[in-house]
């Protein structure tokens, strides 16, 4: 596709759901990293993929986030059994190189409500 | 000690000044440095990378970089009002991985 399409745009789940979000990155882009960004904060890592393997998860906050990239290319954040503390725009990104020259283009990210 | 840090701002520049955007960051073999600008209820764009000690311009910006001091800074001339954003510094680690500042808002005032 023409950029990074995640969806939904927004999410409002109750607390105890379980979530998906769905990150597509650019067509042939190598390496998908998936950020939280809280109102008036820089992006928060969470985990990041090259191709389809997860190379860091150590941002992922506690067990019930995970996330998956099983083709090297669609990617999905999970978080099971959701908390208020959840709330919060995900993002993700995508480069076509990985290495020093790992530039990321964003998606328009999925803001997620927990009631 | 955070990876990334920034000075939260706000800043405030007369349009037609230069505005001066300062990053710091703790991981001393940290490899490559970049500068994101984020419009309010927009997504992070890429405006400028570095690799190298020393300067880098692109038009109006200009980023540079000191991995001695781990300090990386931007500077934007000729400010506009649509210059008016959040800067976020980012940096590749050691470990790979992009972390990224809480961000420097500017206002650029006419």
């Known amino acids: 596709g023409a950029g990074v399409s995640q969806s939904p745009r927004y999410k409002v789940t109750k607390r105890g759901q379980d979530v998906a979000l769905r990150c597509d990155p650019i067509?042939?882009?190598?390496?998908l990293y998936w950020y939280r960004q809280a109102l008036g904060q820089g992006p928060e890592f969470l985990t990041y993929?090259?191709?389809?393997?997860?190379?860091?998860k150590s941002g992922l906050p506690n067990d019930r986030f995970s996330a998956e990239r099983p083709e090297g290319s669609i990617s999905t954040l999970t978080i099971q059994r959701t908390e208020q503390r959840d709330s919060a725009m995900y993002r993700c990104?995508?480069?076509?190189?990985?290495?020093?020259?790992?530039?990321?283009?964003f998606g328009s990210g999925t803001q997620l409500s927990v009631l | 000690q955070k990876e990334v840090e920034q000075n939260s701002g706000p800043l405030s520049v007369p349009e037609g000044a230069i505005a001066s955007l300062n990053c710091t960051y703790s991981?001393?073999?940290?490899?490559?440095f970049f500068w994101y600008r984020q419009y309010s209820g927009k997504s992070p764009e890429l405006i400028m990378s570095i690799y190298s000690n020393g300067d880098k311009e692109d038009g109006r910006f200009t980023a540079q970089l000191n991995k001695a001091s781990q300090y990386v800074s931007l500077l934007i001339r000729d400010s506009q009002p649509s210059d008016s954003a959040t800067y976020l510094c980012?940096?590749?680690?050691?470990?790979?991985?992009?972390?990224f500042g809480s961000g420097t808002r500017l206002s650029i005032r006419p």
């Open positions: 990104a995508s480069s076509l190189e990985t290495g020093i020259n790992e530039k990321l283009f």
């Open positions: 991981d001393r073999v940290s490899q490559s």
């Open positions: 980012a940096v590749k680690s050691s470990a790979s991985k992009i972390i």
């Open positions: 067509s042939g882009h190598v390496s």
């Open positions: 993929f090259n191709y389809e393997a997860q190379q860091d």
